[in-house]
């Protein structure tokens, strides 16, 4: 009974993670904010015909993976019923008929594990083609500047760079590479990252957006925005000014949390969204929400980046 209680802890965990992870992205970005006059139009015509070009080619692959996850999840909680009727069993007279039934749950569980690698195999079958068709496409349609690379990702180095402090990494990994010629010169690198690291000691993790690109100044400014709380280390007030304006025009009932660094001619910008490019197998149109806030969370880089440069030319 205590392994049985123990498996389905487990499993739940598994679930709500996953879920917590997929969920983290598509709650970031609410569809009422953002410049909604100026940028939903031109997002719902690039999503729409991105989606119809791309659905064809996407529609069999997921639903190949959507049959084998269903035969997992099935198979796993068959078993676990079957186990915990053939546990009861055991505490009746009818001992051949447990074994029987505990035998079965022990094959459905066998079942359950080896379609295991065959969720991974087409999973990852169907988020590559995903991502090399819908969101390649996509992001060229939202700068014909930018180039897209599903496995490229910003060196560790540069990540580091993006902390005042050291920090320890553990674990890095980055994935969804773009970048682009911004104000007529400048390139901005902009990819998504998981880090999981140590800062003075204690553990802290990064998901989301990180951006980079060169600047033609030195100085060493910092602007932090958690919970619609901004605070600023040496900067200048017209620029406080001028990014306090700019945040409260992207923002009207959500908020954006990010950290933004510039030193030693570079700025780097850290936005908290989680992992906003995971597809949903389950379901036939791609989440439009998650690709909503994708789409506003590199506008408000590439805009707050500007910004950053705009001002301090004109200081």
Not at 247 to 263: A, P, S, T, V
Request: glycine share 4%; hydrophobic share 40%; net charge positive.
């Amino acid at each position: 009974m205590l392994f049985i209680l123990l498996l389905i802890a487990i499993l739940f965990y598994d679930f709500a993670y996953r879920l917590h992870e997929y969920k983290q992205g598509s709650k970031c970005i609410s569809m009422n904010c953002f410049k909604v006059k100026e940028y939903l139009p031109k997002f719902n015509e690039i999503y729409d015909n991105v989606f119809k070009e791309t659905e064809c080619m996407l529609e069999p692959l997921r639903q190949k993976c959507k049959a084998i996850m269903t035969l997992k999840i099935v198979s796993y909680i068959s078993a676990l019923w079957i186990l915990a009727s053939g546990v009861y069993e055991l505490f009746t007279p009818n001992k051949t008929l447990a074994l029987v039934v505990i035998t079965f749950s022990i094959a459905l569980f066998s079942i359950a594990v080896y379609t295991e690698k065959f969720v991974n195999l087409y999973y990852c079958e169907y988020l590559e083609k995903y991502k090399e068709l819908f969101i390649n496409k996509y992001v060229r349609d939202i700068n014909k500047g930018f180039g897209y690379t599903l496995r490229g990702c910003i060196e560790q180095k540069i990540y580091e760079a993006s902390y005042p402090d050291k920090i320890n990494v553990e674990h890095y990994y980055g994935t969804d590479y773009i970048t682009g010629v911004v104000e007529g010169k400048r390139t901005l690198n902009m990819c998504e990252i998981y880090a999981r690291q140590r800062i003075n000691g204690k553990k802290d993790i990064f998901c989301g957006l990180f951006t980079y690109l060169k600047t033609d100044y030195n100085d060493e400014m910092i602007v932090e925005c958690k919970s619609k709380n901004i605070s600023y280390k040496n900067i200048p007030l017209n620029m406080q000014v001028g990014i306090e304006r700019f945040i409260k025009e992207f923002e009207k009932n959500q908020r954006i949390d990010f950290k933004l660094l510039m030193r030693n001619g570079k700025i780097f910008v850290k936005l908290y969204s989680g992992d906003l490019l995971a597809p949903n197998v389950f379901s036939t149109k791609i989440n439009k929400k998650r690709m909503w806030a994708y789409y506003v969370l590199i506008k408000f880089s590439v805009d707050l980046t500007e910004l950053i440069n705009t001002v301090r030319v004109n200081k």
